[in-house]
């Protein structure tokens, strides 16, 4: 906004070179020729290359990290992803060709003479057809589509309990691909340095040591020492940007081949067909309860279109993640969950905002309205009757995860009253005399984040200041704040004085990145470990210039200060005495840790997850003539634990909650099921929330701090994300139920709306 941001298109390097991608048009095809010598004499192009050449120079395809398995238990194959598709492409974007030019004109006019020979096979993009016999395989080693089975619960158990429930519930649901769409397209810019033998890359990624590691080990195939990564500023993730894609690793190979820089800068109609696509599931839910609307007994079948290839996390998220939240906040005893993943010929899917947590949100959240109508109950009755309650925490769900805090029902309690739900039946009564239809709705979310550890390094440079080194990186969250005031208030400095370096791997050592909202919960702990291994050190340094001998010493507002003079030595002076070798303190003349003046790292390893949760509160309008949704109101009620800034964690709540409205009401990728075309590939015809979609959302946040980390800090990024769906489409079942209907899916468009109105009244 003011204009100080470096992304890397805004990184200039000297004789920099463009890259351009030829994609395939086809979703599947063999590829018979490419010819590329008309493309080689235009003025401007350095090169052209193509799968062959890739497969020739050595360099590696993208491989899945996550082991896969059959229903019977064995391995199956993980198919890697290739750089540049060989002899066959999979789904319409996926790149045969790259171009590079003096200039994006030469690139683009060279890309129009590439004469790529393809013949067509039969294509598949839904996940039921592809299951069908009649269906192509898009792999021999995976023998009806099926890329692997996952599993967990007790089968019989919950059979037992179905069979014995006096009311059994049934709901199938879809939840909708969806295209992510950061505000900054993907951008990569190679470079290679013949004196040193080293490559750089430039790129807007979620965490930079992820891509350097995948570069080493998986496709470029060079010496980690041999590879610098540095991530500037990110315009946007949400998952997305969290993986290694093909034109990171040719952008650095071309560099060294054409011994100029190159650089890729993607457009919005590649981020469409080529960048990782999110959700796209079918879930059945079964569900037994009493008579007193308690639920006994859960079963969950999904199927989870995978794409043509496996990427990096995405067999886990229909599965481990999504099934390992499918308790929601209740207290189930019995829970049965299996997943199937299936090829398909698609864009590959993997995580976006909130990863397996919002399909499982979804899940038992729309499963819980659906429950409370069958039954007679209200929807906030049924769920008091089923939520954990605070003296059973901590407690394990029935799919494994521990929940170590919270009070659901208070949550709930304080939702409805800010979203005066008491006085909605008036609210009802007065849109229907306008001819509207008048909805409620609400979600009782839980969701599991934080992962692995973190270490952050604090230095004092001569320039002044301290700066953080930590290994997550920010796509717009505003790290560099949070992380600033933490190392503020712990050394008593003015947030001026504190500057935050993220992004890159010769400067910092390691680092997990960015993503399932663990930045502040796993962050936070770590630069706090830091700053009190920087205060430990400092005291001893105070202690030696001060001759303080024995007397008591406090810290306070920066400052070293001896209790029995008033002698005092600000921090940063310290730091900046602490330089010499002279002022080391006797012991310490000859090195080891005050060598480094008062430099220091500080680490935090997760042993358990956090779990934020919230209540949400949708309230809808609906004109019947149109199927229009009107977002009236929107309340959010959320448990973050501690917060440590209110102002960007309310930013984090919006912006998520934007997402979850935009798929619960505009967004879905569509693809055309004869030609298997993205008929969605622009902003044209996929539909994001306007902001005059939505309405005023005021967060409100009732803290428990988490038990699992020192801080008390919750996750936060996602949780938006996870309660807008079901209570958006709750609150728009709320509206539709009295004339009948009884199902709708996302995206709960004009259309979807009106038909399923007129369908009804058919009905009736």
Request: charged fraction near 20%.
């Amino acid at each position: 906004m003011t204009g100080q941001g470096r992304y890397v298109a805004d990184i200039v390097l000297p004789g920099e070179t463009v890259a351009r991608f030829l994609r395939s048009p086809h979703a599947y095809a063999d590829v018979v020729a490419i010819d590329c010598r008309s493309a080689l004499t235009v003025p401007g192009v350095l090169a052209v290359f193509t799968g062959a050449d890739v497969a020739a120079a050595g360099l590696g395809e993208i491989p899945c990290p996550i082991a896969v398995k059959a229903a019977d238990g064995s391995p199956l194959p993980r198919p890697g992803r290739p750089l540049l598709a060989g002899e066959r492409v999979r789904f319409e974007g996926e790149p045969v060709a790259m171009v590079v030019a003096t200039d994006r004109w030469a690139a683009e006019e060279a890309l129009a003479l590439i004469a790529v020979s393809y013949r067509p096979r039969p294509a598949c993009t839904d996940i039921e057809a592809a299951l069908a016999a009649e269906a192509t395989a898009l792999w021999p080693e995976a023998p009806g589509n099926v890329a692997f089975y996952w599993q967990r619960g007790d089968a019989t158990a919950v059979a037992e309990a179905l069979a014995a429930a006096p009311h059994t519930v049934r709901l199938a649901l879809v939840n909708n691909r969806l295209i992510p769409s950061p505000m900054e397209p993907r951008v990569c810019l190679g470079d290679y340095d013949t004196a040193s033998g080293r490559y750089t890359l430039y790129t807007s990624s979620q965490g930079a040591h992820a891509i350097k590691e995948a570069l080493s080990q998986s496709t470029l195939k060079v010496g980690a020492a041999d590879l610098l990564v540095i991530v500037p500023d990110v315009g946007g993730g949400f998952g997305t940007k969290a993986f290694h894609y093909p034109e990171e690793a040719l952008v650095l190979w071309a560099a060294k081949k054409v011994g100029r820089p190159v650089k890729w800068v993607g457009e919005r109609r590649e981020a469409f067909t080529a960048d990782t696509h999110g959700r796209d599931q079918r879930n059945e839910l079964t569900a037994g309860f009493d008579d007193n609307g308690r639920c006994l007994a859960l079963r969950v079948n999904t199927l989870a279109n995978m794409g043509a290839y496996l990427n990096a996390y995405a067999p886990a998220l229909p599965s481990q993640m999504t099934g390992c939240m499918l308790s929601g906040v209740y207290a189930i005893p019995a829970i049965f969950a299996s997943c199937h993943g299936v090829y398909t010929n698609t864009v590959p899917v993997d995580a976006y905002r909130g990863a397996g947590r919002p399909e499982a949100a979804y899940a038992i959240e729309r499963l819980m309205d659906a429950a409370a109508r069958q039954l007679g109950l209200p929807p906030d009755e049924i769920r008091r009757r089923n939520f954990i309650r605070p003296q059973q925490l901590p407690y394990r769900s029935a799919m494994g995860p521990i929940y170590d805090s919270g009070d659901f029902a208070a949550v709930l309690d304080r939702a409805l009253h800010e979203a005066d739900w008491q006085s909605f039946a008036a609210r009802r009564r007065e849109a229907a005399a306008q001819g509207l239809l008048r909805g409620i709705g609400l979600s009782s979310y839980i969701e599991i984040c934080g992962f692995a550890g973190e270490s952050a390094w604090l230095r004092f440079p001569a320039t002044g200041g301290v700066e953080l080194r930590i290994g997550t990186q920010s796509t717009g969250q505003g790290h560099e704040t949070a992380y600033a005031q933490l190392v503020a208030g712990y050394l008593g400095l003015p947030l001026t004085d504190v500057r935050v370096l993220q992004g890159n791997t010769d400067l910092i050592p390691t680092g997990e990145g960015t993503s399932g909202s663990r930045s502040l919960p796993v962050g936070g702990p770590a630069i706090e470990a830091a700053c009190t291994a920087v205060l430990t050190r400092a005291e001893r340094f105070a202690r030696h210039l001060l001759q303080a001998g024995d007397a008591a010493m406090t810290f306070a507002a920066g400052h070293f200060v001896v209790d029995d003079g008033g002698r005092s030595i600000a921090l940063l002076d310290l730091a900046a005495a602490a330089r010499d070798p002279a002022n080391r303190p006797p012991g310490d003349r000859d090195g080891g840790e005050a060598a480094a003046g008062l430099d220091a790292e500080g680490s935090f390893s997760l042993k358990a997850s956090t779990f934020p949760n919230g209540c949400h509160v949708a309230e809808v309008e609906i004109d019947p003539a149109t199927g229009r949704v009107t977002l009236i109101r929107y309340t959010a009620v959320d448990d973050f634990g501690t917060i440590v800034n209110p102002l960007l964690l309310a930013g984090q709540v919006q912006g998520g909650i934007a997402q979850g409205i935009g798929q619960a009401l505009f967004e879905q990728a569509v693809y055309d099921p004869a030609t298997a075309e993205l008929s969605t590939a622009s902003f044209q015809d996929y539909a994001l929330p306007h902001a005059s979609d939505l309405p005023r959302i005021e967060p409100r946040f009732a803290s428990t701090p988490c038990r699992t980390n020192p801080l008390g800090i919750k996750g936060a990024g996602e949780a938006g994300t996870i309660a807008a769906c079901p209570a958006v489409i709750n609150a728009v079942m709320d509206a539709l139920a009295p004339f009948g209907v009884s199902h709708i899916d996302m995206p709960a468009t004009p259309e979807h709306i009106w038909r399923a109105l007129r369908g009804a009244q058919t009905r009736a």
